[in-house]
T-cell receptor, first 115, second 112 residues
């Protein structure tokens, strides 16, 4: 299966701990996007990355959140000192070449619960 | 900025036709996408429109009017498995942005 792979599927953290969410894009895709979804709500854009570059981080909180997409390995979304309000589903998506008509292909998400 | 509106919930009967509307206001426009999302699962791509008109794909069709900032998703011969959220998303015209901005989704309940 060459789809977008996210892990872990579920993550439980206590307040103040760090959460690291991983995403491997579809084979051949070089553009990665992170979205956050609260229950019964739509997907909120966080950050858009290409290999080794952050292209657009306008949706990501300035504090505690960071993202990277290194030359080798998966993209990582890192949340430091988690708070209860960070509990949500975090979806990663990838696209081919960043063309206007390229749809985003989503992974199954990581459901973060902060206790 | 971008503003995307779609109804929160809809109910329809198995075998019927349902139309889910989406209106948008964007600073630029490079296409409108529809996604389906079952509860607890990943959104899956349904359709893409960038020119005015109707795109048909099996039981699903999507329509776009750029001058009106309006799109709809038409689902025919509804099946129980079509119960899901349907997300409208727009890609704006800013050169640096390839991300999609999503509406809040329309939760469709198909009844027997």
């Amino acid at each position: 299966n060459a789809g977008v792979m996210q892990n872990p599927r579920h993550l439980v953290r206590r307040r103040g701990q760090e959460a690291r969410l991983r995403c491997s894009p579809m084979k051949g895709h070089s553009h990665v996007y992170w979205y956050r979804q609260l229950p019964e709500e739509g997907l909120k854009f966080m950050v858009y990355l290409q290999k080794e570059n952050i292209i657009d981080e306008s949706g990501m909180p300035k504090e505690r959140f960071s993202a990277e997409f290194p030359k080798e390995g998966p993209s990582i979304l890192r949340i430091q000192q988690v708070v209860r309000g960070d509990s949500a589903a975090y979806f990663c998506a990838s696209s081919l070449q960043g063309q206007y008509n390229s749809p985003l292909h989503f992974g199954n998400g990581t459901r973060l619960t902060v206790t | 900025g971008q503003n995307i509106d779609q109804p929160t919930e809809m109910t329809a009967t198995e075998g019927a036709i349902v139309q889910i509307n989406c209106t948008y206001q964007t600073s630029g426009f490079n296409g409108l996408f529809w996604y389906q999302q079952h509860a607890g699962e990943a959104p899956t791509f349904l359709s893409y429109n960038v020119l005015d008109g109707l795109e048909e794909k099996g039981r699903f069709s999507s329509f776009l009017s750029r001058s009106k900032g309006y799109s709809y998703l038409l689902l025919k011969e509804l099946q129980m498995k079509d119960s899901a959220s349907y997300l409208c998303a727009v890609r704006d015209g800013d050169m640096g942005r390839r991300a999609l901005t999503f509406g809040s989704g329309t939760r469709l309940q198909v009844q027997p």
